[in-house]
């Protein structure tokens, strides 16, 4: 089982920038793929960015692709979002998530969610 661990959520003003970070541990050999979505109140889940492990293949969702970068660190089973020029529309909780697959829509880790809150 993979167990994952989000940090670096909280208050931003608008404009600003954040970083998250989240860690898999446990079984992560065959780990293929780390992402986030997101959920603000009265919305659905809504995808975010997901990056491919060997690969470093990246993808975005359409409301973030020019503003977050996500990335992995070569040392260790972790993902990061950074995330720049921050609006209000951002605010939600950013759920990290993993697969062991590569195929599109399979995501079956998850992290207990981050608050981003972005003031304006």
């Known amino acids: 089982q993979v167990h994952l661990d989000e940090s670096g959520g909280g208050l931003v003003q608008a404009g600003g920038s954040l970083r998250l970070t989240c860690t898999a541990t446990?079984?992560?050999?065959?780990?293929?793929?780390m992402g986030w979505f997101r959920q603000a109140p009265g919305k659905n889940r809504e995808f975010v960015a997901r990056?491919?492990?060997?690969?470093?293949?990246?993808a975005y969702g359409l409301s973030v692709e020019d503003r977050f970068t996500i990335s992995r660190d070569n040392a260790s089973s972790t993902a990061y979002l950074q995330m720049n020029d921050l609006k209000p529309e951002d605010t939600a909780v950013y759920y990290c998530?993993?697969?062991?697959?590569?195929?599109?829509?399979?995501?079956?880790?998850w992290g207990q969610g981050t608050q981003i809150t972005v003031s304006s």
């Open positions: 998530t993993s697969s062991d697959v590569i195929k599109a829509g399979e995501w079956e880790y």
């Open positions: 990056i491919l492990w060997s690969s470093r293949i990246t």
């Open positions: 446990g079984h992560t050999d065959g780990l293929s793929k």
